[in-house]
T-cell receptor, first 117, second 115 residues
Framework: EAQVTQNPRYLITVTGKKLTVTCSQN?????MSWYRQDPGLGLRQIYY???????DKGDVPEGYKVSRKEKRNFPLILESPSPNQTSLYFC????????????????FGQGTRLTVV | GENVEQHPSTLSVQEGDSAVIKCTYS??????FPWYKQELGKRPQLIID?????GEKKDQRIAVTLNKTAKHFSLHITETQPEDSAVYFC??????????????FGKGTLLTVNP
């Protein structure tokens, strides 16, 4: 089954304790991205990746890191989480970047609800 | 930076009525405009999309219109049903350098269809 898988689904952590949220897709997609969803603010892009070893900042990258060593995986790293990073996080992937002529539909993972206390 | 404005933030309609959600964008290079539906506790899922070379697209009860000159696009849902109740997000491809684009979302519209 074609899918985007995030882990964990739920996480409660303490301020300053490094954590990683994993994202994996099995559709051989080139383009992957991370979003955070907060009430009243919609989906805001954190980082995106055009392909392996190619990443770039989205609209709210502060406090986050990403890596794209393999095509299928795009982990989100919080080196020193703070309470303002409490949010619902979504990973998404698509065959091509949103400006492409075709196959640009973004498929979302099931979400990770992170609470930082 | 480039952004996408979405209105209204909440919309309540009676079953069978039509619902319209509108979005505007600022990047004249935007060429892809998808709409996503997010049911409570679920992930966003694509319901319809339109490209800049097309003015209108329809899929059963759902249609999207695009006005490139005015930089706005709209989602139209006819004969609404209770299962249409969800949060709807519009999005636009925003040029981020060279041939790179990123997807920028509106803040969402909570649609409630009352039986």
């Amino acid at each position: 089954e074609a899918q985007v898988t995030q882990n964990p689904r739920y996480l409660i952590t303490v301020t300053g304790k490094k954590l990683t949220v994993t994202c994996s897709q099995n559709m051989n997609h080139e383009y992957m991205s991370w979003y955070r969803q907060d009430p009243g603010l919609g989906l805001r892009q954190i980082y995106y990746s055009m392909n392996v070893e190619v990443t770039d900042k989205g609209d709210v990258p502060e406090g986050y890191k990403v890596s794209r060593k393999e095509k299928r995986n795009f982990p989100l790293i919080l080196e020193s989480p703070s309470p303002n990073q409490t949010s619902l996080y979504f990973c998404a992937s698509s065959h091509h970047n949103p400006g492409g002529r075709m196959n640009t539909e973004a498929f979302f993972g099931q979400g990770t609800r992170l609470t930082v206390v | 930076g480039e952004n996408v404005e979405q209105h209204p933030s909440t919309l309540s309609v009676q079953e069978g009525d039509s619902a319209v959600i509108k979005c505007t964008y600022s990047d004249s290079a935007s060429n892809y405009f998808p709409w996503y539906k997010q049911e409570l506790g679920k992930r966003p899922q694509l319901i319809i999309d339109i490209r800049s070379n097309v003015g209108e697209k329809k899929d059963q009860r759902i249609a999207v219109t695009l006005n490139k000159t005015a930089k706005h696009f709209s989602l139209h849902i006819t004969e609404t049903q209770p299962e249409d109740s969800a949060v709807y997000f519009c999005a636009a491809s925003i040029k981020s350098g060279g041939s790179n684009y990123k997807l920028t979302f509106g803040k969402g519209t909570l649609l409630t269809v009352n039986p």
